[in-house]
């Protein structure tokens, strides 16, 4: 028997880039609400292929041991742990 459950959240999207603006944008909320979000799991499908996943987040360990990165797969910047615009000051 299991201790962890994963839940399997189906909604659509018109194309891959507003998929993974959702899912960043639901991930993060959620993780607000609950520890237990693992925000660098997160992909994001074709309905018709599911079983060929897009990542949503980079989730590349940080140097020195300071988490993961928390930026969009594609981005372009250094690695962080949380995106510029949620960072405080």
């Known amino acids: 028997m299991t201790d962890r459950w994963v839940i399997h959240l ?10 993974r603006i959702f899912a960043r944008t639901a991930a993060r909320v959620l993780a607000r609400l609950s520890a237990r979000v693992e925000p660098g799991g997160v992909t994001v499908s074709a309905e018709d292929q599911q079983g060929v996943r897009h990542w949503v987040f980079c989730d590349r360990p940080l140097p020195d041991g300071r988490g993961r990165c928390a930026l969009p797969v594609d981005h372009t910047a250094r690695c962080a ?7 405080r000051r």
């Open 10 to 19: 189906p909604i659509t999207a018109p194309d891959l880039l507003r998929a």
């Open 81 to 87: 742990p949380r995106p510029p615009w949620l960072r």
